[in-house]
Each structure stands twice: as C-alpha cells, then as structure tokens.
C-alpha cells in the first residue's frame, strides 16, 4: 500500500522542480498535516490519484473517452491496496484501461509531470460526498497502441497533439519535457 510519506515525498520532490506550485498543493500538505488516508479511496476530505500522460513515438498524448463521466480524459484513477509506488500505480491504470503493458512503457521523469488538485462532485449514487482528487501524472513514452479497452470504463481512445492538455501547468510541463527529449 502506497503510504503517506511516499506522497510526501513525491510531492516535495515534484515541488522542487516547480516551486510555483506551492499553493496549488496546499490541500495536499493540509491534508497529511491532518494524517488523512490518501491512499484510500474512501478518504472524502481528500485522496490520492495516479494518471499516465502516454506519448507516442510522434510525440502525440493517448486520450480515453471516460464513460462515467462522457468525456476525453489522459488515463488514471484510484490506487489500489497491492499499489506501492504512484509511478506503478499510474502504469496499473494504463494497462487496466488501454492494455498497454508497463514493459512497452518508458518513464520520462522519475517524478510526476504535473500534480492536479481538482473536486469531484459529490455522487449519490456511489454514496460519495464531494471531495478532492490530487492526482498525480507521470509522463511516459511508447512505440505501442491501444490493444485491450476496459470497455466498463472506456469507450474510445484516441491520439492527439500535446496542446489539447489543459489544466494548471500540464501542457506547459509535457510540451517542455517532450521538447527537451526531441
């Protein structure tokens, strides 16, 4: 099970290469102040993610199309108990959800490409009050494709250009890393 100071420490890592995300990771911070569970997924003021930004060989991002929530998202989700690391985890997710297997997957960071705190709207359905997700993206190169869709979660996938990225620095942090390695 991935443990706080893991977390801890991926995020002070992640914010000495991006300091100016200090504020943006404050919830994060008040939350292991508090000793919050972050890696369980039943944590409601706040828990961890992990997600993998998957370039191809064009330098192109993977997009799955999300069922539950119908839209065009990078690949990624809870952590599970057998998760010891987020890097791993995020490699979980993208073989669970593309079939893409971690030995076709190249890290190209050893820390996450950008760190996004965002709320999940509370779901009546699942019995789950509004909340915060800190999700942790780490940026990964392939030659491979999509081979296997998890079908109860994915509808479609598709590659595109890296400018289609949004939020808070992400597109900025895989456009610079992936130019670097051009």
């Known amino acids: 099970m991935i443990t706080n100071a893991h977390i801890r420490a991926t995020a002070e890592a992640y914010l000495r290469e991006h300091p100016q995300a200090s504020d943006e990771l404050a919830p994060l911070f008040g939350l292991l102040g508090q000793d919050a569970q972050l890696a369980s997924r039943k944590e409601f003021r706040g828990h961890v993610t992990a997600g993998a930004i998957l370039a191809d060989t064009e330098g192109r991002i993977l997009f799955i199309e999300h069922v539950a929530l119908a839209r065009w998202l990078t690949p990624g989700g809870h952590l599970e108990d057998q998760d010891e690391e987020l890097m791993q985890a995020a490699l979980r997710e993208l073989a669970e959800e593309t079939g893409?297997?971690?030995?076709?997957?190249?890290?190209?960071?050893?820390?996450?490409?950008?760190?996004?705190?965002?709320?999940?709207?509370?779901?009546?359905?699942?019995?789950?009050?509004?909340?915060?997700?800190?999700?942790?993206?780490?940026?990964?190169?392939?030659?491979?494709?999509?081979?296997?869709?998890?079908?109860?979660e994915v509808s479609g996938s598709a590659w595109h250009e890296a400018d289609l990225l949004r939020g808070g620095g992400l597109k900025e942090n895989v456009m610079r890393v992936l130019k670097e390695r051009a």
């Open 100 to 152: 893409i297997q971690p030995q076709h997957v190249v890290p190209l960071l050893d820390s996450p490409v950008h760190i996004d705190v965002h709320t999940i709207p509370d779901s009546s359905a699942k019995g789950e009050p509004e909340h915060q997700h800190i999700d942790f993206r780490y940026l990964f190169a392939t030659g491979a494709d999509v081979t296997q869709l998890q079908t109860e």
